[in-house]
């Protein structure tokens, strides 16, 4: 049977959850509700997607036990959206590990049935642009081009993008999951006044904030 995962390289890594030994794994890559300014998962993946098999996947998750790998974190494109994402988490979670999913936070549906039913350990929650009420004309161009690509986009999608990730943090926060992480990209197209208040209403979960690196066109 095949698994929701992409069958790439699983890379390793110290630094995605600060100090916790992770491995990776994608769901689609090109699947995302949202279109933010240089995507860099969508840079770096071309060409066609296959998936593990789920004996193929199990053996490589095996093996990162062997290595001493601590925590499994599924980043996509946006997980959330992937149909077969629970049977997905199943699988990893019978092999013995804790679960991190990463998320855009548009679904707190979905990230609240996860919770609810054990399948995660932890989410890392982006939150790309300060998180109000009301916003200046001047702030939803430029967050129109944070979250999609598109200046000229209907002002409305940054206010629902807004509420729903809201709503995404009160679900964490209801299930205070050991493996969570909120964190902000310094997009140019941020001020520093913006990242403050961001952090500000940020500041009762753990939260980082990451450097911009500009995507490198071929
Ligand atoms: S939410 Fe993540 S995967 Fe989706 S477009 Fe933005 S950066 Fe890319």
Do not use: W
């Amino acid at each position: 049977m095949e698994t929701p995962f992409l069958k790439v390289e699983i890379p390793t890594t110290f630094n995605d959850h600060p100090g916790v030994f992770s491995a990776l794994l994608y769901t689609k890559i090109h699947q995302c509700n949202l279109n933010c300014y240089q995507c860099h998962n969508r840079h770096a993946f071309r060409g066609k997607e296959e998936f593990f098999k789920e004996e193929e996947l199990r053996e490589k998750l095996q093996m990162l036990k062997l290595l001493g790998v601590e925590l499994i974190i599924v980043s996509g494109g946006e997980p959330t959206l992937e149909e077969r994402l629970e049977e997905g988490l199943k699988l990893i979670k019978e092999e013995g590990f804790p679960v991190r999913v990463d998320t855009n936070g548009t679904l707190p549906e979905r990230v609240e049935k996860l919770a609810e039913n054990g399948l995660i350990d932890g989410v890392a929650l982006d939150v790309k642009i300060p998180l109000l009420d009301e916003y200046t004309p001047d702030q939803l161009e430029r967050f129109r081009r944070i979250l999609f690509s598109n200046k000229s986009l209907d002002p409305s999608a940054v206010y629902n993008y807004s509420k729903r990730v809201k709503i995404t943090i009160e679900v964490i926060k209801r299930y205070s999951l050991p493996y969570t992480i909120l964190r902000t990209v310094k997009y140019p197209l941020l001020k520093e006044e913006e990242i403050a208040l961001i952090r500000e209403c940020l500041k009762s979960l753990p939260h980082q904030v990451n450097p911009f690196y500009p995507v490198e066109e071929e």
